[in-house]
C-alpha cells in the first residue's frame, strides 16, 4: 500500500545532541510536509517541501533545518534539542500546493533527556 | 520535557447518537477545508473535506458544514460508535494548513 512511514517511532536523544527524523513516502507527491505536535495540542507546520522548493514558516526556529534529497525522502534535522522540543513529529505528503488533501505518516516522538 | 500541554474540550456522547464537533477558524480567505481524526500515538487520519464553494458536505456517516458568514465548521457522525472515539482536528487553507485546537470525542457505552 502507498503510505507516509517514519523513522524511527521513537526517538531519544541527549540535550543539545543533534538529531535526524526520517520520512518516506511511495505516494510520488510533490509536497512534503513536516509538523511538531505537543500534547493535547494542535499539529503546528515547521516547514514544507514543494517539490525542491523549501519554505519556512515564519516562526519556525532556525535550530530546525530540513533536507529533501530526493521526491522521496524528507529529513528534520534538530541541531542542538532542547528540552521544549520534545514532542510528536509528524510528516505529512501532498500531490500539490494548497488545497488538497494531506497523508499524514505515523509520527516519531521525540524525547530529550 | 514537553511543555504543559491544553486540555481539549471534550464531547461525550451514548454510543448510537450523534455527534457534533464544531470549530472556528480563523482566516476569511480560507478556501479550502478539513476534518482530521486522531487516535492515540497516530498521525492525523483524513476524514472530509469542503471547499469554501460548498456549504455542506457529506461522507459515509459524517457531514461537513460550512458557514462563511460568521467562519465556523462542524462535523457531524452518525450513529457514533466505540471506533469514533479520538481527537478531531479541523484544519483550514489559506497560504499553509493551520490546524484548530481539537476536541476530544468519547463515545459512552
Known amino acids: 500500500d502507498a503510505m507516509v512511514i517514519q523513522n524511527p517511532r521513537y526517538q531519544v536523544t541527549q540535550f543539545g545532541k543533534p538529531v535526524t527524523l526520517s520520512c518516506s513516502q511511495t505516494l510520488n507527491h510533490n509536497v512534503m510536509y513536516w509538523y511538531q505536535q505537543k500534547s493535547s495540542q494542535a499539529p503546528k507546520l515547521l516547514f514544507h517541501y514543494y517539490d525542491k522548493d523549501f519554505n519556512n514558516e515564519a516562526d519556525t526556529p532556525d535550530n530546525f533545518q530540513s533536507r529533501r534529497p530526493n521526491t522521496s525522502f524528507c529529513f528534520l534535522d534538530i541541531r542542538s534539542p532542547g528540552l521544549g522540543d520534545a514532542a510528536m513529529y509528524l510528516c505529512?505528503?501532498?500531490?500539490?500546493?494548497?488545497?488538497?488533501?494531506?497523508?499524514f505518516g505515523p509520527g516519531t516522538r521525540l524525547t530529550v533527556t | 520535557g514537553e511543555s504543559v500541554g491544553l486540555h481539549l474540550p471534550t464531547l461525550s456522547v451514548q454510543e448510537g447518537d450523534n455527534s457534533i464537533i464544531n470549530c472556528a477558524y480563523s482566516n476569511s480567505a480560507s478556501d479550502y477545508f478539513i476534518w482530521y481524526k486522531q487516535e492515540s500515538g497516530k498521525g492525523p487520519q483524513f476524514i472530509i473535506d469542503?471547499?469554501?464553494?460548498?456549504d455542506k458536505r457529506q461522507g459515509q456517516r459524517v457531514t461537513v458544514l460550512l458557514n462563511k458568514t460568521v467562519k465556523h465548521l462542524s462535523l457531524q457522525i452518525a450513529a457514533t460508535q466505540p471506533g469514533d472515539s479520538a481527537v478531531y482536528f479541523c484544519a483550514e487553507y489559506g497560504q499553509n494548513f493551520v490546524f484548530g485546537p481539537g476536541t476530544r470525542l468519547s463515545v459512552l457505552p
Open positions: 469542503i471547499r469554501s464553494n460548498m
Open positions: 505529512a505528503t501532498s500531490s500539490g500546493q494548497g488545497g488538497y488533501e494531506q497523508y
